[in-house]
């Protein structure tokens, strides 16, 4: 049950970015995507997800395994964060929010509305979603925007223990998580050449 991207090109408005993208995560991989600003890793990782089709080239793994977390954290701001995890667990039929509580030391705000929690309190309540959807193949861009350096922490050791027990993680990141064992995949170097005629067209119709 892994993931397996193969000769993918990915477009954004009708105009590629990346292309011959290959790569695998197998359970207890993780996999860090690096690329400057704008090369096309958000992109990537929401093609990946399902959440646009690619220009060409294959995504393989069961959508059932999947779970992605952007950078709108996909929060209902008059739900409190107890709510809103319990909103989720129902959606996934995960039966606990509590481990997801625990991890991301939300105990104390369970009973404040997403809507006034703080940036990084957010992006915590957001990470913890992941745990309670209980889906493996975990895709992340850019996790740890508005995190202090406590939060971070809390983050990569729920990503270890992810791993551990046999999940995966794609993860766009430009800051160390301190995973020894993770894969790096820079995408710079598939930028997409510059289109040809036929393309460019297709872009504006
Ligand atoms: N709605 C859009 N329509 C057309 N092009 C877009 C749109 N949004 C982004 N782009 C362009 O697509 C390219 C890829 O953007 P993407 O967000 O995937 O990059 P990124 O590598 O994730 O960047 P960053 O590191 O800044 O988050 C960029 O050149 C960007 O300007």
Known sequence: MGLNVSDLTIARG????????????????????????GVGKTTLLRTIAGLQPPHS????????TLVYAGHADGLKPTLTVEENLTFWARVFCTPDID??????????????????????????????????????????????????VEAVQMFADTIRSHLGQGGSALIATHIDLGLPDAQILDVGPFRARAMDPEDFDEAFL
């Open 99 to 148: 481990p997801a509580i625990d991890a991301f030391q939300l105990d104390a705000l369970r009973t404040r509305p997403a809507g006034a929690l703080s940036a990084g309190q957010k992006r915590r309540l957001g990470l913890a979603r992941l745990l309670v959807t209980g889906r493996p193949i975990w895709i992340l861009d850019e996790p740890t925007v508005s995190l202090d």
């Open 57 to 64: 080239g294959q995504v393989e793994a069961d959508p059932e």
């Open 14 to 37: 009708g105009i590629k970015v990346l292309e011959g993208i290959g790569l695998r995560l197998e359970p207890g991989q993780a996999l860090v995507l690096r690329g400057p600003n």
